[in-house]
Antibody
Framework: QVQLLESGPGLVKPSQTLSLTCIVS??????????WSWIRQPAGKELQWIGR???????NYNPSLKSRLTISLDTSKNQFSVSLRSVTAADTAVYFC????????????WGQGTLVTVSS | DIFMTQSPSSLSASVGDRVTIICRAS??????LNWYQQKPGKAPKVVIH???SLPSGVPSRFSGSGSGTHFTLTISSLQPEDYATYYC?????????FGPGTKVEIK
């Protein structure tokens, strides 16, 4: 049973960089069967898929965030990460990492989520 | 971009009631449509994928239907553990959008 766990600072100052890591256990991040993804949810609002990465190196970023976003994979540590630069209060949200099944076209496993607040 | 809408935005229902939630896509997406259940403070969990497929472990009272632009999620007999917010999500295009959600509350 795969498990995903987000880690990173819960408070980031405006204009700085938000960085989170998702540690994957019970499954290999090198599997070609999945896209490893980040999704965020501002309080009381809908889910937004911000980006994903495949072990092949293929990445897709939400166009609204593309200029500020980097998602990377560390196969040696079985984890993947997200960096969002120049954050504002609008980036305050619960950030989830999740596994997207390539053949099934859906998220089959999620992390518990971590709240990141952008505030001075 | 493909946009998703849901109706109603919230509903109140009693245990044992039949509940139906509607999701519409702004363009045709075949059956590339998933439904997720999210409880407060928790991550979403898939309850239907590919419009009508039931994942292993999800109770059979959940069912989905539809194709193209119109989809429904039905809970045949609402149980206490089903009170949650339900989101549809299209997987036809890359980084497929989620709908705004439907909150199912206790009547």
């Amino acid at each position: 049973q795969v498990q995903l766990l987000e880690s990173g600072p819960g408070l980031v100052k405006p204009s700085q960089t938000l960085s989170l890591t998702c540690i994957v256990s019970g499954g290999s991040i090198s599997s070609g069967s999945y896209y490893w993804s980040w999704i965020r949810q501002p309080a009381g609002k809908e889910l937004q898929w911000i980006g994903r990465i495949h072990t092949s190196g293929n990445t897709n970023y939400n166009p609204s965030l593309k200029s500020r976003l980097t998602i990377s994979l560390d196969t040696s540590k079985n984890q993947f990460s997200v960096s969002l630069r120049s954050v504002t209060a609008a980036d305050t949200a619960v950030y989830f990492c999740a596994r997207y099944l390539v053949a099934g076209y859906y998220f089959d496993s999620w992390g518990q989520g971590t709240l990141v607040t952008v505030s001075s | 971009d493909i946009f998703m809408t849901q109706s109603p935005s919230s509903l109140s229902a009693s245990v044992g009631d039949r509940v139906t939630i509607i999701c519409r896509a702004s363009e045709r997406i075949s059956t590339f449509l998933n439904w997720y259940q999210q409880k407060p403070g928790k991550a979403p969990k898939v309850v239907i994928h590919a419009a009508s497929s039931l994942p292993s472990g999800v109770p059979s009272r959940f069912s989905g239907s539809g194709s193209g632009t119109h989809f429904t999620l039905t809970i045949s007999s609402l149980q206490p553990e089903d009170y949650a917010t339900y989101y549809c999500q299209q997987s036809y295009s890359t980084l497929g959008a989620f709908g705004p959600g439907t909150k199912v509350e206790i009547k």
